[in-house]
């Protein structure tokens, strides 16, 4: 009989691009009528970034991505790129 071997499972570590939060900092809520600031917060395809990814802390996360949708809806940003 063949030795079955362990199998080691590698711990995936994510790294916070930005250590804090900038809304906490400048004690400000994220807004849809502020349309460029929102869009910094949306990858080149279209999606919302992550928190990890971003930095923000989860209470503006909740507030950041409930205000990205509304200016979706409002035509202030683009639902996704557009395909040429």
């Not at 395809?45 to 200016?71: D, N, P, W």
Request: glycine letters at 2%.
């Amino acid at each position: 009989m063949a030795k079955e071997k362990k199998r080691v499972q590698k711990k995936h570590t994510r790294r916070v691009l930005n250590a804090f939060c900038p809304f906490c900092k400048e004690k400000v809520a994220p807004s849809y009528k502020e349309a460029d600031l929102a869009s910094k917060f949306v990858n080149d395809r279209g999606r919302i970034v992550s928190r990890f990814r971003s930095g923000i802390c989860a209470r503006h996360q909740r507030l950041l991505t409930r205000e990205i949708k509304r200016a979706r809806f409002l035509a202030l940003i683009p639902f996704s790129v557009k395909v040429s």
